[in-house]
């Protein structure tokens, strides 16, 4: 059985991810399509638009056989903890034969030689890395920085540096799936998931979504980062280790207590806040973090436990799942009340249901939504 896997976040699902995912499995062959996706929060540092089980729903419909939680504390960080996160994933269930993403110029080889760089290179590239930083660049700018002293190619898009991520945790892995690089030129005709959600802001939008996703969402409450604003504006001022959140550096803690004295809303204490070395993007991760007390102490013991959690499957979900739990040494939670692992482990899943419960209050949804079993759609 040949199984795909996609790394996503479906926030939400629209047309460019359709035409992702209907040439990946074309061009893979695949029996089957496993979707590792991002939980209530997301790697842009924000709250999911929809609660993961819609999203979930809405890949299922699309044609993704198993939708696979990426943890809390993965999903919300930076494309190096991202990917390292999903790939574990997919290599650790032991089932997936190909892996297919999304990159806008970057082909295969390319990725694959600048990934043999950073994973040869490492030690030289953290401390030009530190070099450049410490000189204000942001983090992207720093890095390809760092990187062009080993390599005239170069990669300045978002989707190609995630890309780059993922093919660099599979040569550390040693693992050699078919890699499948599916350029975004072909779905530049499609609003983008950030378009989607500005436009829910002001008006009309639920027309830019596949027509199959509208009886999903019909009842759905968007959220938006605002929504989570008083609760982050309480977490920052009343905060005593502002200085040892995941993400902090030195000196930015201040500026942000400085600015949340007059910040009104969240767009506000970001634009207050941003510089060229602090990205809109690292900061709204950054007060997400300091929402739920995420430390870096935490990502340091954490960062290589992993667990599998089904949120959705169609029938041949279910084949491939049976599959996982024949030859994947992860454990599987499809019982959360049952669920027994290392320490490790259920300390990672704690951060999904801590986390998940104040995004289910703002979404108007039940305190109880992560104990519902897997949604097995037909």
Request: overall charge neutral.
């Amino acid at each position: 059985m040949k199984i795909l896997g996609i790394v996503a976040e479906y926030n939400p699902f629209h047309l460019g991810h359709l035409f992702h995912l209907e040439v990946s499995r074309a061009r893979s062959m695949a029996d089957g399509v496993v979707a590792v996706m991002s939980g209530n929060f997301v790697q842009r540092g924000e709250c999911a638009f929809f609660d993961k089980f819609t999203r979930a729903k809405m890949a299922i419909a699309a044609g993704v056989d198993l939708v696979l939680e990426l943890p809390y504390l993965y999903a919300s960080s930076s494309a190096d903890y991202f990917a390292t996160g999903s790939i574990d994933l997919l290599v650790d269930i032991r089932v997936v034969n190909a892996i297919s993403f999304g990159a806008e110029s970057a082909d295969v080889e390319t990725l694959q030689d600048i990934a043999d760089i950073l994973v040869e290179k490492k030690n030289a590239l953290d401390q030009l890395f530190r070099i450049y930083s410490a000189e204000g660049h942001s983090y992207p700018i720093a890095h390809q920085k760092a990187l062009e002293h080993f390599t005239k190619k170069t990669l300045r898009n978002p989707n190609d540096l995630l890309a780059l991520q993922y093919v660099r945790r599979l040569r550390e892995r040693q693992a050699t799936p078919e890699l499948i690089s599916i350029p975004r030129t072909g779905q530049s005709h499609h609003q983008s998931a950030g378009a989607i959600r500005r436009a829910a802001r002001i008006g009309e939008w639920k027309h830019l979504l596949p027509d199959f996703c509208l009886p999903i969402i019909e009842d759905k409450k968007p959220l938006f980062p605002e929504d989570f604003f008083e609760e982050i504006l309480f977490a920052i001022v009343t905060s005593r280790d502002l200085q040892n959140i995941h993400g902090m550096e030195e000196g930015l803690e201040n500026l942000l207590k400085e600015n949340a004295k007059t910040a009104t809303s969240f767009e506000e204490l970001l634009e207050k806040t941003k510089s060229k070395r602090y990205t809109r993007t690292r900061l709204s991760r950054l007060l997400f973090h300091q929402l739920f007390h995420v430390y870096k102490t935490d990502m340091d013991s954490l960062i290589g436990t992993n667990y599998v959690r089904p949120l959705a499957f169609n029938e041949t979900g279910q084949d491939i799942l049976r599959l996982v739990k024949e030859q994947s040494p992860l454990p599987i939670i499809s019982n959360i009340p049952r669920f027994r692992g290392t320490k490790k482990e259920e300390t990672l899943f704690e951060w999904d249901l801590l986390t998940s419960r104040l995004y289910y209050r703002k979404a108007q949804l039940p305190f109880d939504t992560d104990f519902a079993a897997p949604l097995l759609l037909l």
